[in-house]
Structures are given as structure tokens and as C-alpha cells.
């Protein structure tokens, strides 16, 4: 498991060297740091005389964290554009009494601690993956660390690997018309795919689909399924779900509180209806209905079968949801626009002192969900609300 996340922060954070953002329609000429800066409040009161260190302290366990160096692939505060930019990155442990912060990656803390910290400085828990992978070594901490800093709303700072931003819709981006999206409908001859690498899911996504392929067909590629990509295969690339896939199944390892993965904001572009499965409240996240079928409306597999068999049969119905999904204008960030925040709270004189013990840390990131809803449970019924 610990070299699976490995994996999976490297990719996160190689990514973070570039600006990583979906645009839809029209949008180019919005820049992620103007958004980011229309979000953020005022710096007038801000003093940014003096230079602000942020340490990456790495590891405290040897080798764990080897593959991964901060300094490198970190962002420079004056590329992103922050509103306020005097923030540096060092990854030198020599700095950490005059650190104003210091960065501990929950996957890297070990039981071995720094021997020493700047007393104004802040410690920032880091925390990208979901509880069910993490905290391992968090009670050796507690009442450590002073800011949290994780993809939960509730953290002090925000810090999602992909955030979701709502564009104001000024029509003067063409819109999907009907006969394109009818177009796009009756293109396609396959109805289901799922793309997976990890076969045994504490979200038991897998007897979920197990149970779906009981009423309708789920092509299933990757180590878990009997369709393997291989490279060059074009049967998984964009262009197979685009052009022949209508719905394509982005479901959760881990159901948590506004845990949603990359494999979520990677695909929203294109010309296939997302169904979901997670524990986040997506509205909560900013991610509108339209962009998505949550499997948490309908009371079991059999249930979303039902409702996607019928969309297979109703070109009309189905074309206008990809037209809705399609004419939502909005932008993807990477998670490299949260260390702005990070820089700005470091500059903000009225920030609170504060600590926080491990309960308190567990309680704010939230638990694991238990799956429910994988069989079928009564008589089937119409789904409500906006699959109605």
C-alpha cells in the first residue's frame, strides 16, 4: 500500500511543475491565477518586508520519501502569480527554527521528530489521500502541528490535488447544439466502460460493478478486468470513451468526506456521462448535478441499470445531458494554487495561534463511509429527483 501512495504522490507532484486546468468554451482567456486571486480576499494590510521560509522536511522514517524532492518540483511563488509572493521553498532541515513553516506529508511522519522549531513558526499537517490511507503515525504528534492543510473543506487550507471552479456563463462561447449532440449520441455503440488498477477497494467498488453486470454489460479494462491495456491500445485511450462509450464509471477506492480523485476532474471533458460513486457532497465542492450520475440516487445497481438502459434506448434524453454537461463553463486548478493560500496566511497578521491534537485532526478530515446500496433491496422503483 505504502508503495502505491508513493506512486501516487509522485504523480501528483510531477504534475504540480505544470499548470494543469481543463477550459471549456471560450474560457482561454481566463488565467488560473486570476482566478485564484478573485477568490482570495485582500493583502492591503499584509507586511511583506521579510521573506517567509516554508520548509518541506521530507521524510522522518529513511527511504520513504526519497523518491520525492519539493524543491524541485515545487512551485515558485512569483510563477504562480500569488497575490503575495515573498514565500520561498527549502528543503534544508538546517532552517527549521527559522522555518515560518514547516511541512509534514502524512505518508512520510514517522515516530522521529525535529529536535527543534521556531516558536512562531507554524507545523502544517499535508494530507492528500483519503483516511482510509492515512494516520498512521499521527498520535506520535500530538498537539504538533498548528495548520492542517488537506483537500477537506474544512482545512486551514484548502488543498484538493484538483479544485473545481465555477466561470460565469457571458455567452460568447458556442454552445453544444442539439443536432451536434445528437450527433455525438448515435456515434457511439458501447455502453459502459470502467478503467481499473486496484481490484480490492475498502469502497468495495468492485461488487458494486460485480452486481451491475448482472442487468447491463461493463467493459472492464486494466489489472481488474479481462480487457488489458497495453500500450498503444487505442480500446483505453480518450479517443475509445469519446467516440464509443457513453458512460464511463469514476468510482471511489476510499467513500469520505469531499474525497473525489483526479480520475474524476481527468475525464470531465469529454463526450461521456461520468457515474460516480463517492462520499463527497459535490455540491458542497461546487460541482454541479448536470456534470455527473451519482449511483447515491438510485437505491442499488439494479436500480441505475434500469435508468441507463433507458437513456440507451432515448437519443433525445441522452443528448441532452451531454449537452448540459458540455455548455457548463468551468476551469480545473491544481492543487500547486493552494500554497498561494498557504503564502498569505504566513503574511496575515491576524491569523489565530493555534494547535491541533490527533483527535482533532481525524475529526476535521473526516471518516470512512461504509458502502451501502450494492444489492438491490425490495421491489425497484423510479429513481427521484433529477433522474426521475
Known sequence: MRVKLSYFYALIFTASAISIYVAFWGAKHLNEASIHASLSPSYNDFDISREKIIL???STIPKRCDYFTFTKTGPSFEDLNCPVNNCVWTDDKTKVKEADAVLFFDHCLGEVKPPER???????????????NSFRYLDKW????NWTMTYTKDSDIFSPSLHFVNLPNHGDYPLLSRERSLSITRGKSKLVAWMVSHCTTHSR?????KELQKYIP????????PLVCKKGDTRCSEESLNNDYKFYLVFENSLAKDYVSEKFYTRLHLNVMLITRSGANFSRLGIPDALHIDTRDFKSPKDLAEYLKRLD????????LLRAKANH???????????????KKLNDPNEPRKSYSAAEIRNQHGFCVSPHNLRPRGRSRQPRGRHA
Do not use: M, Q, T
Not at 118 to 132: A, L, M, Q, T
Open 142 to 145: 500530538d498537539g504538533l502541528f
Open 56 to 58: 518541506y522536511w521530507g
Open 118 to 132: 521556531n516558536p512562531r513558526g507554524r507545523w502544517v499537517f499535508v494530507d492528500h489521500e483519503s483516511p482510509c
Open 218 to 225: 461493463v467493459d472492464v479494462y486494466g489489472k481488474c478486468g
Open 313 to 320: 434506448k432515448d437519443d433525445e434524453s441522452y443528448a441532452a
Open 329 to 343: 463553463r468551468y476551469k480545473i486548478l491544481n492543487s500547486r494554487y493552494s500554497y498561494c493560500d498557504l503564502c
Open 205 to 209: 467498488r468492485e461488487e458494486y460493478v
